[in-house]
C-alpha cells in the first residue's frame, strides 16, 4: 500500500496549481515539450501548454496570445504571437530561430469566459541545438569491449573570475554518473536512456552552477556498458550489437562569467583514466563491486592522479547527438524490507513484501574481501531460498563470473559500508544476501529503491472492492516497472521493448501517467529501427534480433497505434505528424505482401488460456486498425488523396475479414471464442447492423465460459472493452472481478502485487511475476466503470465522453484523470433503488454524459440518455 500513498502524494502535488492559483481563470502547469522548465532541449518550434484553474461553472478560455523573450522583465518587447479567439491550450512557437544555450521566458495571456485576461510566465532553456555546436572530444580509457571494470575520468581546471551560471552537456555511448568537486550531479539513474546508439545518441544538461567555485574544480565521471557494450549474453544477441563499444563520452562544460564572458571545458586529450571499484556492470545481470579498489577523492582537486593514463580519443557514436527531453530514471521510491528470515550468519533473505524493479542498498560491516552475493528473485523455494527459475531461461552464460541478479560487493574492512548498483537494475521482491565470512545483518539492513521513469501520476481509481482497487494498483506496479525510458515486457528476465505489450498498455498508462515524453522518444525509436521497406522489429530499441520474428501487425502496429492514441489524449497530433511516412510505409509492405487484405503474419494471441484464434484473424485486425488510423491521420494533416486511398485499404481488408470469418446469419465469428468475438468488436469490424448480435453471442461465449477469460495477450485487449461497449458492462465486471483461476483478481488473492506473465501461476516456463502484457484491465477501469473516454472529434479531452456503468456486484466506484485541460472525476454510488451520480470537468472542457438507464435526472429534471454538459461539477440522481 505505500506505493498507493506515493500516488497520492505526487498526485496532489500535481493537482496543486489549480488549487492555489490567485484568481479564477488564470493559466497554470505551464509546460514546454511537456515538460516543467526544461533545461537544454533542440526543439527549434517548441510546443507550450497550460491549463487555466477556475472552477467555476462553465468556465473556458476565450482567447490566448503567447509571449516569447531572453528578457524576463522585457516579454512585451519579444516576439509574440498574435492574438487568438481560441479555447487551444497548446501552441506552437513560430518565433525567429531560437539560440543555443539560452533561457527563454515565455508567458501566455488567457481571456477567461468574461474577458478577463489572466496571465503566467515560465521559462525554458536551449541546448546544443545543433551538432556543431559541441566543443568536446569524444574520449575512451580503453579499446577493449571485453575489459570488465568501469572507466573513471577527471579533469581538473580553473575559474579565474567569479562565475554567473554554469551548465554541462554530457553525451554518453554507455551509462554514467557526473561529479563536479566530489558532489554528484543530478538525481537521474541509467541516464542516457537506451536508443539505437549509430543512429541517434542522447546527451542530458545539468545546471551546475552552485557546484563550481572560483578557482580550481575537478570533473569526474564514471562510464557503464548499459546497452552500448553488452557483454552478458543471452538469446536475443545483446553482445553481438553493431554499435558495440567500450563506453565513451563527450563533455561540454560551459561557464559563463559574472562579465558576460563565456568558458567552455571539454573533454580531450588533457583528461586522465584510470579503472575503479566496480570490477563489472551489467544492465542485464548485475553489478560487481570491490571496495578495495576504491580511490578516495578521485573527483575532488586534491587527488593525486599522476598513476593515472591519458585518455583516448574515439569517434563519436553517431552523428546525431539530440537532447534528452523526457521524464528520467529514478530511484522514486525507497522500500523497507518486511521481513528478514535469518539461516545464519551469513545466510539472510530479506523480503520486500512487493515485486518491483531497480535495485537494492546493503549497509554492513565485515572484515577486508569479505565477499558477499545479493541474489534478486520474484520468488522463493520451498526452502525459503532464492529462486532464479521462471527468470533466467533465456539467460546463456559461457561462464560462472556473470550469476543472473546477483550483484557481488566485496568489502574493503573500513568499517561501515554501503553498496547500490550505479549500472543495473532488476525485477524482484527478495534478496538472498550470502556472505563468505559471518556477517550481523537487520532488516534496517537492506533498502529496496523502485526505479522507473518518473512519469507524473495522473490517474486515480477507489470502489467498494478491494480487490478492484487491488488490481488497479498491481497494474499500475507492473506498468511502471516496465517503463525505463521505454517500454519494456518484464525487468528482469528480458528488459526488452516488446511492442505488442507496448500497444496493449498504452491507454492504462496514458489514463494513470503522463508519458507522453516517453513514448515520443520511443517512437523516434521505432523510426530509428524501421527499415526502407517499412519493416519493424519486434522488440525496440534492438542490436539486430527482431526483424525475423514476433512483429506482425499484432505487435508493431505500435507505430500507429501508440501515436494515435497521444492525439486523443493530448490533443496534439506533432507525433502523428512525426510518424505519418512510418505509418504509410509500413501499411503499405503489408498490402504488398497481402493484396487480398488478410495477412497472416505475427504471432497471434499470445499465452491464451486455453483456446487459440488464428493468427491471420488478430493480425489481420490489427492491419486494418493501422490502415483506418493512417486515413485519419491522413485527413487531419489535409493529405486527401492519401485519405481516400487509406480509407479504401481499410474497408477491403474490413469486406476480406467479414467476408472470411463472419457468418452473417449466426452473428459468429469464426470459431466463436471471446477473443475472435472481442477483437472484431473492439476493433470496429463489425457492420453496424451485426453489432447487436454479435455481442449477445460473444455474452454467451463468456457465460459458456462460466463468466471466466478465456483469451490469451490480444483478446485480454478486447474482451472487457467488447462487452462493456456493446451493452454487456455487467457481464464484463463478472469477468474482470473474478477471484479463481485465470482471472486477474486470482493472481491478487495469491498474493499478487504486479501482474503476470501466465494465467496460471503454478505455469513453469512463460511466468515472470512482473508484466505489463495483460494491463488493459487498468484502462478499462477508467473506462468501462468509471466511463471515461476521449473524444475524437475533440481530442485531448476538450470534450470527455462519459459513459458510465453502474454494475451490479459494485457499490461504489470512483475514477479521476488529469487531462490536458485539467482534472476530470467520475463517481458513482448506489442509495437503496438510486444511484448518485458525480461528474467534475475542468475549465475549457465540455462532456457528452450517456447513460445506458433510462431514468438519468439532472437539477430534478429527466435529462435523457445523453446530455452535453459544461465545465463544472454535476450531480445526477438515477431512480
Known amino acids: 500500500m505505500k506505493l498507493i500513498s506515493a500516488f497520492l502524494v505526487m498526485y496532489v502535488w500535481i493537482s496543486l496549481p489549480s488549487a492555489i492559483a490567485a484568481t479564477p481563470g488564470a493559466p497554470a502547469g505551464l509546460k514546454c515539450e511537456y515538460l516543467e522548465r526544461p533545461l537544454g532541449i533542440d526543439a527549434r518550434h517548441p510546443r507550450f501548454t497550460w491549463y487555466i484553474a477556475d472552477d467555476r461553472p462553465g468556465a473556458k478560455q476565450t482567447a490566448y496570445q503567447l509571449f516569447v523573450s531572453v528578457d524576463s522583465s522585457a516579454l512585451d518587447k519579444g516576439w509574440k504571437s498574435p492574438r487568438s479567439a481560441s479555447q487551444n491550450n497548446i501552441a506552437v512557437y513560430q518565433g525567429p530561430a531560437l539560440q543555443p544555450f539560452t533561457r527563454y521566458y515565455w508567458r501566455v495571456d488567457v481571456w477567461d469566459k468574461d474577458g478577463k485576461k489572466h496571465s503566467a510566465a515560465s521559462s525554458f532553456e536551449t541546448g546544443m541545438m545543433e551538432i556543431d555546436n559541441w566543443k568536446g572530444a569524444w574520449v575512451s580509457d580503453l579499446n577493449d569491449v571485453h575489459a570488465k571494470p568501469a572507466g573513471l575520468f577527471r579533469k581538473v581546471f580553473r575559474a579565474g573570475k567569479k562565475i554567473s551560471?554554469?551548465?554541462?552537456?554530457?553525451?554518453?555511448?554507455?551509462?554514467?554518473?557526473?561529479?563536479?568537486?566530489?558532489?554528484?550531479?543530478?538525481?537521474?539513474?541509467?541516464?542516457?536512456?537506451?536508443?539505437?546508439?549509430?543512429?541517434?545518441?542522447?546527451?542530458v544538461t545539468y545546471d551546475v552552477t552552485s557546484q563550481l567555485k572560483q578557482g580550481a574544480n575537478a570533473i569526474g565521471v564514471m562510464l557503464g556498458n548499459g546497452w552500448y557494450?553488452?557483454?552478458?549474453?543471452?538469446?536475443?544477441?545483446?553482445?553481438?550489437?553493431?554499435w558495440r563499444a567500450r563506453p565513451t563520452f563527450c563533455l561540454d562544460l560551459r561557464v559563463t562569467y559574472a562579465d558576460g564572458s563565456v568558458e567552455t571545458i571539454t573533454t580531450g586529450k588533457d583528461w586522465k583514466t584510470a579503472l575503479g571499484p566496480v570490477i563489472f556492470n551489467s544492465i542485464y545481470t548485475a553489478e560487481h563491486y570491490d571496495a578495495r579498489l576504491e580511490q578516495p577523492g578521485w573527483n575532488t582537486v586534491r587527488f593525486d592522479d599522476g598513476k593515472w593514463k591519458n585518455v583516448l580519443l574515439r569517434a563519436a557514436p553517431s552523428t546525431n547527438i539530440v537532447a534528452q527531453a523526457m521524464h528520467p530514471v529514478e530511484n522514486v521510491e525507497a522500500i523497507r524490507v518486511k521481513t528478514v528470515n535469518k539461516f545464519?550468519?551469513?545466510?539472510?533473505?530479506?523480503?520486500?513484501?512487493?515485486?518491483?524493479?531497480?535495485?537494492?542498498k546493503l549497509t554492513v560491516r565485515g572484515d577486508s574481501g569479505t565477499v558477499i552475493r545479493l541474489v534478486h528473485a520474484e520468488q522463493l523455494h520451498k526452502n525459503g531460498r532464492a529462486d532464479l527459475s521462471n527468470i533466467d531461461v533465456h539467460y546463456r552464460p559461457t561462464d560462472d563470473k556473470d550469476p543472473f541478479q546477483t550483484d557481488i560487493f566485496i568489502l574493503s574492512g573500513n568499517g561501515e559500508e554501503t553498496f547500490m548498483p550505479r549500472f543495473n537494475y532488476k525485477g524482484f521482491q527478495y534478496v538472498e544476501v550470502v556472505s563468505s565470512k559471518p556477517v550481523q545483518l537487520k532488516k534496517e539492513s537492506l533498502t529496496g529503491y523502485f526505479m522507473h521513469s518518473a512519469v507524473p501520476p495522473v490517474g486515480r481509481i477507489s470502489s467498494s472492492n478491494p480487490v478492484i482497487d487491488k488490481i488497479w494498483t498491481a497494474t499500475n506496479n507492473a506498468y511502471l516497472s516496465n517503463l525505463f525510458g521505454y517500454p519494456t515486457d518484464c525487468p528482469q528476465r528480458e528488459k526488452n521493448g516488446w511492442t505488442g505489450d507496448g500497444q496493449i498498455a498504452v491507454e492504462t498508462g496514458l489514463y494513470s501517467f503522463d508519458g507522453i515524453t516517453v513514448y515520443e522518444k520511443w517512437l523516434a525509436d521505432h523510426r530509428d529501427e524501421q527499415q526502407p521497406n517499412g519493416v519493424l522489429p519486434s522488440i525496440i530499441p534492438t542490436g539486430g534480433w527482431g526483424y525475423e520474428w514476433g512483429n506482425g501487425p499484432d505487435w508493431t502496429s505500435t507505430i500507429a497505434i501508440i501515436p494515435w492514441n497521444i492525439y486523443l489524449f493530448y490533443g496534439d497530433t506533432s507525433l502523428l505528424a512525426a510518424c505519418y511516412d512510418n505509418i504509410k510505409r509500413y501499411v503499405d509492405h503489408i498490402d504488398d505482401l497481402y493484396p487480398s487484405g488478410l495477412t497472416s503474419w505475427g504471432l497471434g494471441d499470445w499465452v491464451p488460456v486455453k483456446s487459440k484464434s488464428p493468427v491471420e484473424f488478430t493480425s489481420t485486425a490489427y492491419y486494418y486498425t493501422d490502415a483506418t488510423i493512417l486515413a485519419k491521420t491522413a485527413k487531419l494533416l489535409g493529405k486527401t488523396d492519401d485519405y481516400t486511398k487509406y480509407n479504401a485499404l481499410a474497408q477491403k481488408i474490413r469486406k476480406a475479414f467479414n467476408d472470411k470469418y463472419l457468418d452473417p446469419q449466426t452473428g459468429i465469428y469464426s470459431k466463436g471464442l471471446q477473443t475472435e468475438l472481442s477483437v472484431a468488436l473492439f476493433w470496429g469490424l463489425v457492420p453496424e447492423n451485426m453489432k447487436a448480435t454479435v455481442a449477445a453471442n460473444l455474452a454467451k461465449r463468456v457465460e459458456q465460459d462460466n463468466f471466466h477469460l478465456d483469451v490469451g495477450l490480444l483478446g485480454t485487449k478486447a474482451i472487457l472493452n467488447a462487452l462493456s461497449e456493446n451493452g454487456y458492462a455487467d457481464v464484463a465486471y463478472r469477468v474482470a472481478s473474478q477471484e479463481d483461476f485465470p482471472s486477474w483478481g486470482w493472481w491478487i488473492v495469491n498474493g499478487a502485487t504486479t501482474l503476470y506473465e501466465n494465467w496460471d501461476i503454478t505455469a513453469t516456463r512463460d511466468m515472470s511475476r512482473n508484466h505489463i502484457m495483460f494491463g488493459e484491465i487498468g484502462a478499462w477501469l477508467y473506462k468501462g466503470l468509471g466511463g471515461i473516454h476521449p473524444d475524437e472529434a475533440q481530442p485531448g479531452f476538450r470534450n470527455v465522453i462519459l459513459e458510465p456503468h453502474f454494475v451490479a456486484g459494485l457499490d461504489h466506484f470512483e475514477a479521476e484523470h488529469t487531462g490536458p485541460n485539467g482534472k476530470i472525476i467520475t463517481s458513482w454510488k448506489k442509495r437503496g433503488n438510486a444511484i448518485d451520480y458525480t461528474i467534475t470537468i475542468p475549465a475549457n472542457s465540455t462532456a457528452t454524459v450517456r447513460f445506458d438507464v433510462p431514468n438519468a435526472y439532472l437539477k430534478g429534471k429527466l435529462a435523457g440518455k445523453e446530455v452535453k454538459v459544461a465545465a463544472g461539477t454535476h450531480v445526477f440522481e438515477i431512480r
Open 165 to 203: 551560471s554554469a551548465r554541462a552537456y554530457i553525451a554518453v555511448g554507455g551509462l554514467y554518473e557526473l561529479y563536479i568537486n566530489g558532489d554528484r550531479i543530478g538525481n537521474h539513474r541509467l541516464d542516457p536512456m537506451y536508443t539505437r546508439f549509430d543512429r541517434r545518441t542522447l546527451y
Open 229 to 242: 557494450n553488452h557483454q552478458s549474453t543471452a538469446v536475443w544477441y545483446f553482445d553481438k550489437a553493431p
Open 344 to 360: 545464519s550468519d551469513s545466510l539472510y533473505v530479506f523480503d520486500l513484501g512487493r515485486n518491483i524493479s531497480g535495485v537494492s
